[in-house]
């Protein structure tokens, strides 16, 4: 099952040192226009690491409490963060127990939105070859391929992303129950 929160920056510092820069910024997360959680997100900038060769990245940590429990139940993530789009991927590290379904899973976040995607796939429609395609009863089902000779089909209900145009057609897939 994905997660989708939008992030909501409320603080941005940036702290230099000999090594490099660290950046903490902090907010609050909403799921569905609903405030259920607040965030704290730490990148490190080493001099001499992804500082070089155009990458102007740096190592992410994002820690999301959600509210309602003391301590809050959380969700950590790490991973890498580009500072040029401002985008983020990584996967989930750790997590409290009523959220641990989420470990390991892949996220991504878009700078330009802020909104975190935890557990969907976050790949480009590019990426996918699409074999077969069929609509029914408004369950979307696409074949993409094959994992280990085996076909890989995704036919889910509930939440769906666009993930691209075939032939003037939006393609949906539904990630309600994909891990």
């Known amino acids: 099952m994905s997660l989708i929160l939008k992030f909501t920056r409320k603080t941005l510092t940036n702290v230099e040192d000999a090594a490099g820069r660290w950046q903490f910024e902090g907010g609050s997360a909403t799921h569905n226009d609903q405030h259920v959680a607040n965030y704290s997100s730490i990148k490190r900038v080493t001099f001499g690491g992804a500082d070089q060769d155009s990458q102007n990245a740096a190592s992410l940590t994002i820690t999301i409490f959600f509210i309602g429990n003391h301590p809050p139940e959380t969700i950590t993530l790490q991973g890498a963060h580009d500072f040029g789009s401002g985008n983020a991927t990584g996967s989930v590290s750790a997590a409290s127990s009523t959220q641990k ?3 390991g899973k892949q996220f991504s976040r878009d700078g330009s939105s802020n909104i975190v995607k935890i557990g969907s796939m976050n790949l480009p429609y590019k990426r996918f070859f699409l074999q077969e395609y069929h609509n029914v009863n408004d369950i979307l089902i ?3 391929g094959s994992k280990a000779g085996n076909p890989f089909i995704i036919a889910e209900e509930g939440f769906g992303e666009t993930i691209g145009q ?5 393609v949906r897939v539904f990630f309600s129950n994909y891990s």
Request: proline share 0%.
């Open 142 to 144: 696409l074949n993409l």
């Open 166 to 170: 075939l032939d003037d057609v939006s």
């Open 101 to 103: 379904a989420h470990i």
